[in-house]
Nanobody, 122 residues
Framework: VQLQASGGGLVQAGGSLRLSCATS????????MGWFRQAPGKEREFVAAISWSGLSTYYVDSVKGRFTISRDNAENTVYLQMNSLKREDTAVYYC????????????????WGQGTQVTVSS
C-alpha cells in the first residue's frame, strides 16, 4: 500500500500550506486517515485524524483552530490545510492510514507515507 504525501515547502510564519496524501481507492475508502509530524530531534507526534466517513475529526491541541483535515473520497486523497503557521510547526509531515477501524481516533495506523518537509521561517 502506497501513500503519497505532497505539498510541503518553505513558508513564512503566518502563512499557509496545504498538504495532500493520495492512496488507492481500496485503501482510502476503508480507512481512517491521519497526519503526523516529526521535528528534528523530537519524537513523531500526532497532528490530526479524520474518520473513514469524513464525519469525525480530531486534532492535537497545538493546531486546533489553525489546521483543518479533510478528505475527498472521489480523489482518494486526504488534505491538511495549515493556516497561521508558526516556526514550531516546522517538521516532516507524514500521512497514515488505519484500515482496522477499531476506534476513532485511531490508536494505531498500519500504513505510512514517505513524509513531506514543512519549514516555517520567521
Amino acid at each position: 500500500v502506497q501513500l503519497q504525501a505532497s505539498g510541503g515547502g518553505l513558508v513564512q510564519a503566518g502563512g499557509s500550506l496545504r498538504l495532500s496524501c493520495a492512496t488507492s481507492k481500496r485503501t482510502f475508502s476503508n480507512s481512517n486517515m491521519g497526519w503526523f509530524r516529526q521535528a528534528p530531534g523530537k519524537e513523531r507526534e500526532f497532528v490530526a485524524a479524520i474518520s473513514w466517513s469524513g464525519l469525525s475529526t480530531y486534532y492535537v491541541d497545538s493546531v486546533k483552530g489553525r489546521f483543518t483535515i479533510s478528505r475527498d473520497n472521489a480523489e482518494n486523497t486526504v488534505y491538511l490545510q495549515m493556516n497561521s503557521l508558526k516556526r514550531e510547526d516546522t517538521a516532516v509531515y507524514y500521512c497514515a492510514a488505519d484500515s482496522a477501524l477499531l476506534r476513532f481516533p485511531p490508536r494505531d495506523y498500519n500504513y505510512w507515507g514517505q513524509g513531506t518537509q514543512v519549514t516555517v521561517s520567521s
